[in-house]
T-cell receptor, first 112, second 115 residues
Framework: NAGVTQTPKFQVLKTGQSMTLQCAQD?????MSWYRQDPGMGLRLIHY???????DQGEVPNGYNVSRSTTEDFPLRLLSAAPSQTSVYFC???????????FGPGTRLTVT | AQTVTQSQPEMSVQEAETVTLSCTYD???????LFWYKQPPSRQMILVIR??????QNATENRFSVNFQKAAKSFSLKISDSQLGDTAMYFC????????????FGEGTQLTVNP
């Protein structure tokens, strides 16, 4: 199993550009989430999904869109990048509530 | 809303010694789960240990153990016989039984193990 994969590993965007961070898992997990990690603030939840076709907002959803058309994939879209979105982004999946969350390797995004 | 607080931004310990990282949380729910995750310089998030709130017995995983004080809403991590490979950022995290697997993280504690 590859586990949770994320692409790209690094990305530099200009303010106003859009892009999609890819996330895929091959463990048939129903639950998937996106977090961002900023210095001194831990990880904060952006969006999450409890199954294909079902998504909901987390703590910091503004400026991001998600969709979940398949169990395996959960892409995160930045609609119009802003410097405040400079961060490290983690995708995670889990088979259910209370179980371990499996994290991808992260994407370091810089918006200039 | 649930909150998780780690009051020690940085800690250091000598190799082979024992260190305890603190975590407190706030919730009005009765059914919840607590986790400690480790993030080494590679950036990968790795589960260290988990605790179900309904279990009175403290969880242990080899050199890692927790002191879970439910009434005080405290969940500290003890690392025994510290090793150089334990150098990492440690995050305390919390999830309720109704949260749809959403984790709430603390700010993290950077642990350095010195030779």
């Amino acid at each position: 199993n590859a586990g949770v994969t994320q692409t790209p590993k690094f990305q530099v965007l200009k303010t106003g550009q859009s892009m999609t961070l890819q996330c895929a898992q091959d463990m048939n997990h129903e639950y998937m989430s996106w977090y961002r990690q900023d210095p001194g603030m831990g990880l904060r939840l952006i969006h999450y999904s409890v199954g294909a076709g079902i998504t909901d907002q987390g703590e910091v959803p503004n400026g991001y869109n998600v969709s979940r058309s398949t169990t395996e994939d959960f892409p995160l879209r930045l609609l119009s990048a802003a410097p405040s979105q400079t961060s490290v982004y983690f995708c995670a999946s889990t088979p259910g509530v209370a179980y371990e969350q499996y994290f991808g390797p992260g994407t370091r995004l810089t918006v200039t | 809303a649930q909150t998780v607080t780690q009051s020690q931004p940085e800690m250091s310990v000598q190799e082979a010694e024992t260190v305890t990282l603190s975590c407190t949380y706030d919730t009005s729910e009765n059914n919840y789960y607590l986790f400690w995750y480790k993030q080494p310089p590679s950036r990968q998030m790795i589960l260290v240990i988990r605790q179900e709130a309904y279990k009175q017995q403290n969880a242990t995983e080899n050199r890692f153990s927790v002191n879970f004080q439910k009434a005080a809403k405290s969940f500290s991590l003890k690392i025994s016989d510290s090793q150089l490979g334990d150098t990492a950022m440690y995050f305390c995290a919390f999830m309720t039984g109704t949260s749809g697997s959403r984790l709430t993280f603390g700010e993290g504690t950077q642990l350095t193990v010195n030779p």
